[in-house]
């Protein structure tokens, strides 16, 4: 457990609503990351945080955008959800002297 | 850029068989390479990873994987698996260094059933 908790868990929203999803950390790591999981494709990196206030794309950010403004919290913006966001999103981090990514518990979201 | 596959979505097995799942990765840069296991509603935990020195890596649960870098593989085994093995797997790729910048790529998961 390194400390990362997702909130919310579970949430059900319409088509065309924003959807902020959020990602807190305890323990001050520089790196964070924002996943979804998709049966059949693993798990595609939608954008990433080396710092505050500094992100980057990943490879499946159309339609989604990312804010850190302090270290500890790494927030996912749908801005207009569609149903083909419906997934399960996972945020992780990444020790700054370590190779590995630890995740947290995962937030499952369906769009109607 | 890398990027991973995982050559078997699905792999059943029968408790106490030896069971292999396979990973091929591709990378311009040298890699960090990594095995992760998902059981049902929970994230993703480290099963073993590999970043330099021996090619076999041990990990837990009784895993182990080997690096080869001939063939770009890393495949995972296990000598007699149990039905509690029963989960998601996923092989991942990272890039050493800054020249492979901060991301962690995956594959796209094999699902391994252990039968009684």
Redesign the interface.
Known sequence: DAGITQSPRHKVTETGTPVTLRCHQTENHRYMYWYRQDPGHGLRLIHYSYGVKDTDKGEVSDGYSVSRSKTEDFLLTLESATSSQTSVYFCAIKVTDGAEAFFGQGTRLTVV | AQS?T?LD?QVPVFEEAPVELRCNYSSSVSV?L?WYVQYPN?????LL?Y?SGSTLVKGINGFEAEFNKSQTSFHLRKPSVHISDTAEY?C?V?GTGNTGG????????TRLFVKA
């Open positions: 991973v995982q979505s960090y990594f929970q994230g993703l935990q480290l990873k970043l996923f991942a990272k901060f991301k962690t790529i995956f594959g796209a998961g």
